[in-house]
């Protein structure tokens, strides 16, 4: 089950920013991750993540961490396209 993870973090510097980034991509089950530094935030989506781990691992690090939401991605349906029809030349 794919999760999508959103975390209230607080960013004073670059470096806190880079520091979370290594600890959320090296937590198993991770496949994509990404910061929004306007409002303070660490958005992990990945499959079989566990929340309460990596919120534990980030504290140890950062001090203050807080599980915003945690929700399941859902795959969007592909659109199918018209097949077109070959036509052999002669």
């Known amino acids: 089950m794919k999760q999508k993870i959103v975390m209230k973090v607080q960013f004073n510097s670059q470096k806190r920013r880079t520091d979370a980034f290594k600890i959320a991509a090296g937590t198993t089950g991770v496949s994509n991750v990404s910061i929004e ?10 499959d079989g993540v566990d929340s309460v ?10 001090r203050y ?13 592909e659109e199918k396209k ?3 029809q070959s036509i052999p030349i002669q």
């Open 82 to 84: 018209p097949e077109v």
């Open 53 to 62: 781990c990596l919120a534990k691992s980030l504290r140890k690090k950062l």
């Open 65 to 77: 961490v807080e599980i915003v939401t945690v929700e399941e991605v859902k795959n969007k349906p």
């Open 37 to 46: 530094a306007d409002k303070d935030r660490i958005v992990v989506i990945g």
